[in-house]
């Protein structure tokens, strides 16, 4: 079998990155057991938006970076914990405007039967 190189850019190392972070998560959906407690949804940059299985009311998302967490409802994007991650906010509310659908649809779908916390219902 024939060897070969690839000489690689540090932005095309990057965007590989992105790629294979992506790749990751979108099999972390797909291989995680409804009753496991947390899901990773997503990952911008810093950011990992993660939703629990057997949380508290009412339906929310919780954004995490290295240093910090907060927790978001899923119907309008308000933080809950008080800290809007200023810094990061902008970016949270873009990331939920384009994946609410999918917020919703991770929420319903990792109920347990004896969660307090039923169903997300706009």
Same mark, same amino acid.
């Not at 917020?103 to 319903?108: G, K, P, S, T, V």
């Given at each position: 079998?024939?060897?070969?190189?690839?000489?690689?850019?540090?932005?095309?190392? /990057?965007?590989?990155?992105?790629?294979?972070?992506?790749?990751?998560?979108?099999?972390?959906?797909?291989?995680?057991?409804?009753?496991?407690?947390?899901?990773?949804?997503?990952?911008?940059?810093?950011?990992?938006?993660?939703?629990?299985?057997?949380?508290?009311?009412?339906?929310?998302?919780?954004?995490?970076? /290295?240093?910090?967490?907060?927790n978001?409802?899923?119907?309008?994007?308000?933080?809950?914990?008080?800290?809007?991650?200023s810094?990061?906010?902008?970016?949270?509310?873009?990331?939920?405007?384009?994946?609410?659908?999918?917020?919703?649809?991770?929420?319903? /779908?990792?109920?347990?039967?004896?969660?307090?916390?039923?169903e997300?219902?706009?």
């Open positions: 079998m024939p060897e070969w190189t690839v000489d690689v850019t540090e932005k095309l190392t /990057d965007e590989l990155k992105a790629a294979m972070l992506l790749a990751d998560v979108a099999d972390q959906r797909r291989n995680v057991p409804p009753d496991a407690l947390i899901l990773t949804i997503d990952r911008i940059g810093p950011l990992k938006i993660q939703v629990f299985s057997n949380e508290h009311p009412p339906p929310h998302f919780r954004v995490i970076t /290295d240093k910090e967490s907060n978001f409802t899923i119907s309008d994007c308000s933080p809950l914990n008080g800290n809007a991650f810094r990061f906010f902008r970016q949270i509310r873009e990331w939920h405007l384009a994946h609410k659908q999918e917020l919703i649809e991770a929420w319903n /779908d990792r109920r347990p039967s004896d969660c307090p916390v039923g997300y219902r706009p």
